[in-house]
């Protein structure tokens, strides 16, 4: 069907058939043919570079070419380099010990193979739109599999894009891109796949979860929450105010990682706001018609960061808007929404309740460390958690109290970007990890094999009937404290 009208039912049906009928007939990809699948990827994201950089402008209504180019293509460009030139090494079969180890003695052999799952679903998001599409097709491709798409319909030029470039290099049976909106979303996830990643918000992933478990599709689930800052007594300040500005203000917080709250020392906390207001001053001298600074996405989304400001501003918070050139932003073409900080907001308050996702950052002070500690722990677990300070005695405490999908230590998101660690998330904050080889094994089916030894010998024969001395024997000594 065309993209642009989307695709029902029978279509998505149609294609996840072909692609597991191709699964079967082909067998498991070569490492040529997945590196060569890889080298496909990154001359589309290459070749395609200034189309995606005004798809994206023009979905987003101002985002700059520079953004663009370093989070979703470039971004994207890395993780898909890292596993073809590491498929190879990944894909050897992993050796294991024999239990009990005198089987291994005697010639008997245990591995783990790792095989193409089959067919994944992808369900990316609006806010890294390719980023989130291709990065994990670098595991998914890597490890054999064949993928159909299913981008934003929030982002609808871009999306039109994938679907245009996708099915200029890639036939059908190896990577499909299904347009449309919630209902097409809402079949898609129903579909049998072998596996499927959703990237997105936790109240979706709820949803796609359900449909999923209709046909036990295993799931990895990207999601978000309320990242926190931690800053510790001996943090630079300067240094930390514009690291979380800049994460803050990238994409204009609309990042699964962005820092969602700070929690600063009561002593510290108009110097960091401080830092914070010169950091912003420094990137962005004015925010209106300035083409480096992202606009909010959608209406709604505007509307719904900016009824998070007006809520705690009523509930007696202390807003600070950063514009260094005092623009009003109540007229404008875009809706962008200066940096701004709200501080010492209270837990009544709806900016501290949901996931923000937008340019607001509110700052809360705590005496002792333990209140950070505690008040971390007493809210879902965060995708990310952001530690700043140079006490290894205090990072160690913020590290082992609290539990969070990863962890950046003295910066903000950057853990995202290692590729041989894994990304992932922890209770309402998603569930399996990806990257690198983790990605490689999360979108493999890790097969155990055991190789029996060939002889027929001692140690076999006394397992079975009639059962006298030797198995005995064996059972006494293996129950033992």
Same mark, same amino acid.
């Given at each position: 069907?065309?993209?642009?009208?989307?695709?029902?039912?029978?279509?998505?049906?149609?294609?996840?058939?072909?692609?597991?009928?191709?699964?079967?007939?082909?067998?498991?990809?070569?490492?040529?043919?997945?590196?060569?699948?890889?080298?496909?990827?990154?001359?589309?994201?290459?070749?395609?570079?200034?189309?995606?950089?005004?798809?994206?402008?023009?979905?987003?209504?101002?985002?700059?070419?520079?953004?663009?180019?370093?989070?979703?293509?470039?971004?994207?460009?890395?993780?898909?380099?890292?596993?073809?030139?590491?498929?190879?090494?990944?894909?050897?079969?992993?050796?294991?010990?024999?239990?009990?180890?005198?089987?291994?003695?005697?010639?008997?052999?245990?591995?783990?193979?790792?095989?193409?799952?089959?067919?994944?679903?992808?369900?990316?998001?609006?806010?890294?739109?390719?980023?989130?599409?291709?990065?994990?097709?670098?595991?998914?491709?890597?490890?054999?599999?064949?993928?159909?798409?299913?981008?934003?319909?929030?982002?609808?030029?871009?999306?039109?894009?994938?679907?245009?470039?996708?099915?200029?290099?890639?036939?059908?049976?190896?990577?499909?891109?299904?347009?449309?909106?919630?209902?097409?979303?809402?079949?898609?996830?129903?579909?049998?796949?072998?596996?499927?990643?959703?990237?997105?918000?936790?109240?979706?992933?709820?949803?796609?979860?359900?449909?999923?478990?209709?046909?036990?599709?295993?799931?990895?689930?990207?999601?978000?929450?309320?990242?926190?800052?931690?800053?510790? /007594?001996?943090?630079?300040?300067?240094?930390?105010?514009?690291?979380?500005?800049?994460?803050?203000?990238?994409?204009?917080?609309?990042?699964?990682?962005?820092?969602?709250?700070?929690?600063?020392?009561?002593?510290?906390?108009?110097?960091?706001?401080?830092?914070?207001?010169?950091?912003?001053?420094?990137?962005?001298?004015?925010?209106?018609?300035?083409?480096?600074?992202?606009?909010?996405?959608?209406?709604?989304?505007?509307?719904?960061?900016?009824?998070?400001?007006?809520?705690?501003?009523?509930?007696?918070?202390?807003?600070?808007?950063?514009?260094?050139?005092?623009?009003?932003?109540?007229? /404008?073409?875009?809706?962008?929404?200066?940096?701004?900080?709200?501080?010492?907001?209270?837990?009544?308050?709806?900016?501290?309740?949901?996931?923000?996702?937008?340019?607001?950052?509110?700052?809360?002070?705590?005496?002792?460390?333990?209140?950070?500690?505690?008040?971390?722990?007493?809210?879902?677990?965060?995708?990310?958690?952001?530690?700043?300070?140079?006490?290894?005695?205090?990072?160690?405490?913020?590290?082992?109290?609290?539990?969070?999908?990863?962890?950046?230590?003295?910066?903000?998101?950057?853990?995202?970007?290692?590729?041989?660690?894994?990304?992932?998330?922890?209770?309402?904050?998603?569930?399996?990890?990806?990257?690198?080889?983790?990605?490689?094994?999360?979108?493999?089916?890790?097969?155990?094999?055991?190789?029996?030894?060939?002889?027929?010998?001692?140690?076999?024969?006394?397992?079975?009937?009639?059962?006298?001395?030797?198995?005995?024997?064996?059972?006494?000594?293996?129950?033992?404290?």
């Amino acid at each position: 069907m065309d993209a642009k009208l989307g695709h029902d039912a029978a279509s998505m049906n149609a294609i996840l058939a072909a692609q597991k009928a191709a699964h079967l007939r082909d067998g498991a990809p070569s490492a040529e043919k997945r590196i060569e699948r890889i080298d496909r990827c990154i001359a589309l994201l290459v070749d395609n570079r200034k189309a995606i950089e005004d798809a994206i402008n023009e979905d987003f209504g101002s985002r700059s070419r520079e953004a663009t180019a370093f989070t979703d293509i470039a971004g994207s460009i890395g993780p898909l380099k890292h596993a073809r030139d590491h498929l190879k090494k990944w894909m050897r079969p992993e050796k294991r010990k024999t239990t009990p180890a005198i089987l291994g003695l005697f010639g008997a052999k245990a591995e783990v193979h790792f095989q193409p799952k089959g067919v994944v679903g992808v369900i990316s998001p609006w806010n890294f739109p390719i980023n989130l599409t291709f990065a994990p097709l670098a595991g998914v491709l890597a490890a054999g599999n064949r993928a159909m798409i299913k981008p934003s319909e929030f982002t609808p030029a871009t999306s039109a894009l994938m679907a245009q470039m996708f099915g200029g290099a890639f036939s059908q049976e190896e990577i499909a891109v299904i347009t449309g909106g919630p209902e097409v979303g809402q079949t898609f996830t129903s579909l049998p796949f072998d596996h499927i990643i959703f990237t997105g918000a936790t109240s979706i992933a709820r949803h796609v979860m359900k449909a999923a478990a209709e046909n036990l599709v295993p799931l990895t689930l990207e999601l978000g929450g309320k990242s926190p800052v931690v800053i510790g /007594q001996s943090a630079d300040l300067s240094t930390a105010a514009a690291r979380v500005m800049f994460g803050k203000t990238l994409n204009a917080g609309q990042i699964c990682l962005a820092p969602d709250y700070v929690l600063a020392p009561r002593d510290k906390v108009d110097s960091f706001v401080a830092e914070a207001q010169g950091a912003v001053k420094k990137m962005f001298p004015t925010i209106k018609d300035n083409p480096d600074y992202t606009a909010i996405v959608a209406q709604r989304h505007y509307d719904r960061i900016m009824g998070y400001v007006e809520d705690a501003r009523a509930k007696g918070a202390r807003i600070i808007e950063i514009k260094p050139d005092d623009e009003d932003l109540t007229q /404008q073409e875009h809706r962008k929404i200066a940096p701004t900080l709200i501080i010492d907001p209270t837990d009544d308050m709806k900016v501290m309740q949901e996931e923000i996702f937008g340019p607001v950052l509110p700052v809360k002070t705590y005496g002792k460390l333990d209140e950070a500690l505690d008040y971390i722990n007493s809210h879902d677990r965060p995708l990310g958690l952001y530690y700043f300070g140079d006490d290894a005695a205090e990072q160690e405490k913020v590290l082992t109290s609290t539990t969070s999908g990863g962890v950046s230590v003295n910066d903000v998101i950057m853990h995202v970007a290692q590729e041989e660690l894994p990304f992932g998330g922890v209770g309402p904050a998603g569930m399996g990890s990806y990257h690198g080889v983790d990605g490689f094994r999360e979108f493999s089916h890790r097969k155990a094999i055991f190789s029996q030894i060939k002889k027929d010998i001692g140690p076999l024969q006394m397992l079975r009937p009639p059962y006298g001395a030797g198995i005995r024997k064996y059972l006494d000594s293996q129950m033992k404290r």
